[in-house]
Antibody, heavy 116, light 111 residues
Framework: QVQLVQSGAEVKKSGASVKVSCKASGYIFTSYYMNWVRQAPGQGLELMGRINPNGGSTSYAQKFQGRVTMTRDTSTSTMYMELSSLRSEDTAVYYC?????????WGQGTLVTVSS | QSVLTQTPSVSRAPGQRVTISCTGNSSNIGAGHDVHWYQQLPGTAPKLLIYGNNNRPSGVPDRFSGSKSGTSASLAITGLQAEDEADYHCQSYDSSLSDSVFGGGTKLTVL
């Protein structure tokens, strides 16, 4: 069965960077886009961008351009999302989610807390 | 502020029917782009509930259905059960943003 397992919770200082991983299993890794979606406390879902694991091309939401980097390691079927210059507003749960126009499988989420 | 607009909260009694709306514009839902719905139970990740406006993934009960008309879409849930209490999010594609967009989510309370 398809599984997306994310790394554990992180606490970071303002200005630091965080790197979240998402290990995929149960399907052909290179066959599906992977998206990163975040959810601030009590808020809705916000798409950050996506990566095509077949080749590594990326597309980032304008809001995150210059601060986010999405990569993948095909040898371990793992996706990574790194967000830099963290500020308090980046405190959120970060999800990886598989798919193109709709997202059929989601990771369990990674809470990133940014403190000053 | 989300591109797609959803009513923040709705409540119904068990056994009743509820519809949750998602309103967009001519760049997203009105442009003919598909609408997808996700269910997010408390403290868990979202789960795909409806895709392509009215299609249910395997395992989703037929109490859940989706529809789309003009610049809006709706999720209907019949025979409400306590376990349906969750946040529901709509998603579509926006041509002007060249990206997927979400609604702000609707919190369903089953009284």
């Amino acid at each position: 069965q398809v599984q997306l397992v994310q790394s554990g919770a992180e606490v970071k200082k303002s200005g630091a960077s965080v790197k979240v991983s998402c290990k995929a299993s149960g399907y052909i890794f290179t066959s599906y886009y992977m998206n990163w979606v975040r959810q601030a406390p009590g808020q809705g879902l916000e798409l950050m961008g996506r990566i095509n694991p077949n080749g590594g091309s990326t597309s980032y939401a304008q809001k995150f351009q210059g601060r986010v980097t999405m990569t993948r390691d095909t040898s371990t079927s793992t996706m990574y999302m790194e967000l830099s210059s963290l500020r308090s507003e980046d405190t959120a749960v970060y999800y990886c989610a598989r798919g193109g126009r709709h997202f059929d499988h989601w990771g369990q989420g990674t809470l990133v807390t940014v403190s000053s | 502020q989300s591109v797609l607009t959803q009513t923040p909260s709705v409540s119904r009694a068990p056994g009743q029917r509820v519809t949750i709306s998602c309103t967009g514009n001519s760049s997203n839902i009105g442009a003919g782009h598909d609408v997808h719905w996700y269910q997010q139970l408390p403290g868990t990740a979202p789960k795909l509930l409806i895709y392509g406006n009215n299609n249910r993934p395997s395992g989703v009960p037929d109490r859940f259905s989706g529809s789309k008309s003009g610049t809006s879409a709706s999720l209907a849930i019949t025979g409400l059960q306590a376990e349906d209490e969750a946040d529901y999010h709509c998603q579509s594609y926006d041509s002007s943003l060249s990206d997927s967009v979400f609604g702000g989510g609707t919190k369903l309370t089953v009284l």
